[in-house]
T-cell receptor, first 111, second 111 residues
């Protein structure tokens, strides 16, 4: 039961380069989310989607964009990576029953 | 301002001991969830509580939602090393699908 698959699991990139993180779900859930997790800050919502082509900003959306062209895929793009975007990124999905299913995360390092 | 405050931030106990972790807010939540996260993995849903005063038991774990739906607690009886992890509470407001997360309690159970 793959549930939520994130790729890549680890990435090192240089400052100023674009980066795209991928999230794929097999649950057919309507809602999908991107969070970042940092020491001292916990999980913070970057962007979320409530359907195909329907997305909205979370509390830390600056420097990030998202796209959802299919129910199962939710992409997070860092247009020009900065060191402050070094973090662990989690994708999650929910079907409206209050519970989230999370992926295993992507550890991104911007050097 | 952190909407959900978790305490303690860190907890290290011996196998067999009991413990309680807390999740507090000045805001009302329509539902509260508890997740456990292990290193290198995403959070996994343990329970959802939706009714003020509700108590749910999951083997040795007991979850309570405050009468006013502003706080919750997680009690673990006879802790085991397998209970080690980061415990996160998360709440939704006004029926929204979006969750706000606390910063977590890092629990270590020593053999």
């Amino acid at each position: 039961d793959a549930g939520i698959t994130q790729s890549p699991r680890h990435k090192v990139t240089e400052t100023g380069t674009p980066v795209t993180l991928r999230c794929h779900q097999t649950e057919n859930h309507r809602y999908m989310y991107w969070y970042r997790q940092d020491p001292g800050h916990g999980l913070r919502l970057i962007h979320y989607s409530y359907g195909v082509k329907d997305t909205d900003k979370g509390e830390v959306s600056d420097g990030y964009s998202v796209s959802r062209s299919k129910t199962e895929d939710f992409l997070l793009t860092l247009e020009s990576a900065t060191s402050s975007q070094t973090s662990v990124y989690f994708c999650a999905a929910s079907g409206g029953d209050y519970g989230y299913t999370f992926g295993s995360g992507t550890r991104l390092t911007v050097v | 301002t952190q909407l959900l405050e978790q305490s303690p931030q860190f907890l290290s106990i011996q196998e067999g001991e009991n413990l309680t972790v807390y999740c507090n807010s000045s805001s009302v939540f329509s539902s509260l969830q508890w997740y456990r996260q292990e290193p290198g993995e995403g959070p996994v849903l343990l329970v959802t509580v939706v009714t003020g005063g509700e108590v749910k038991k999951l083997k040795r774990l007991t979850f309570q939602f405050g009468d006013a739906r502003k706080d919750s607690s997680l009690h673990i009886t006879a802790a085991q090393p397998g209970d080690t992890g980061l415990y996160l509470c998360a709440g939704s407001q006004g029926g929204s699908e979006k969750l706000v997360f606390g910063k977590g309690t890092k629990l270590t159970v020593n053999p």
